[in-house]
Every structure is written in C-alpha cells, then in structure tokens.
C-alpha cells in the first residue's frame, strides 16, 4: 500500500467570549491500494486549506459547514473511494474536563442530501466504473456546535481517504 500524505486542514475557530476559543481542524491523508499494482495507477487528493469561523448565529444554529470540499481522483481502473476517521474522538478542552465526541462531526456528498456521522470504520464515499479517467466530487463537512457542552480548546482529527480499485 503507498501512501500519500498532505496536510490539508480545515481549521474552525469560535469566539466563546473574550476568554474562551473553540478551534477545530481536519488533517487529510490519502491512500492509494490498488487491486493489482501491476494493472492499477490511481491518485487521490484534496484542494487547498479551509478555514472557517463560527459566529453566534451558527451557534444559535447548533452547527457550521464547510461546503464544496474538492477531492480530486485518477484511475485506470474501476475504483471506490472510502473515507474513515484515524482518531476515535474530536480530542478534550484546554481544562481537560470536556472529551468533543468523533460523532459531532457530520459529512455528506454535496449533491446528497443525507448526513452521517463521521466514523474509525471504512465507509464507501463515491465510485466509479469509468475504466481509465479523472474528475472530482466535493464533499461537505458539518461541526455540531453546543453553547452548553463546547468548551475552549483545540479539536483535531485526521481523514483517511482512501482509492481502491473495485
């Protein structure tokens, strides 16, 4: 298996008040394992840095997306790309009283419609029986906000996406 890891973060920051900041970030990493190496060439990769600040209304909202998160793919072969988080958990507050829980991080397809929550586990994101190509799909990411449980801290977790060849 090779991997093809690129620090591409989507950072999330909120003010709680003067004293008190919420950040979150997404670290990406990408593999490729092909069916067979000798038939297969496949890249995967997103797009540049994403940030995004939180406002009192999307905390009113209890949420914040990011939309439209490019992820760019080849290959010479029918493939299926799988998305899995490689931490089981958000990660605790600066007091270390608060754990922000894996499932507070939502994701969808952009043209989908339906959200789920973010997991360790493998899950299929897009496919595709094109043979020998390229092209993208975008992806958006949901943050459940809480006035009453998000304390200050900083909130990281890293995506594996991951082609494989069908």
């Known amino acids: 298996m090779q991997n093809v890891k690129q620090p591409e973060n989507l950072v999330f920051s909120k003010m709680l008040s003067k004293h008190r900041l919420l950040v979150l970030a997404l670290l990406f990493a990408f593999s490729i394992i092909p069916g067979n190496p000798a038939e297969a060439a496949q890249t995967i990769s997103a797009h540049s840095d994403v940030s995004l600040t939180a406002t009192a209304a999307d905390y009113n909202a209890g949420e914040k ?16 790309v799988t998305v899995t988080s490689l931490n089981a ?23 989908g419609s339906t959200w789920a929550a973010m ?30 449980l998000d304390r200050p801290g900083t909130y990281t977790t890293t995506l594996q996406y991951t082609i494989t060849t069908q």
């Open 89 to 111: 958990n958000l990660g605790q507050s600066d007091d270390l009283i608060y754990m922000k829980s894996l499932s507070d991080l939502l994701w969808k397809l952009s043209a």
């Open 65 to 80: 997306v990011s939309a439209n998160n490019a992820i760019d793919w080849t290959s010479d072969a029918d493939w299926v």
């Open 119 to 148: 997991t360790t586990s493998d899950v299929t994101v897009q496919t595709g029986s094109t043979g020998s190509g390229s092209g993208s799909f975008n992806v958006d990411y949901k943050f459940l906000l809480s006035w009453a």
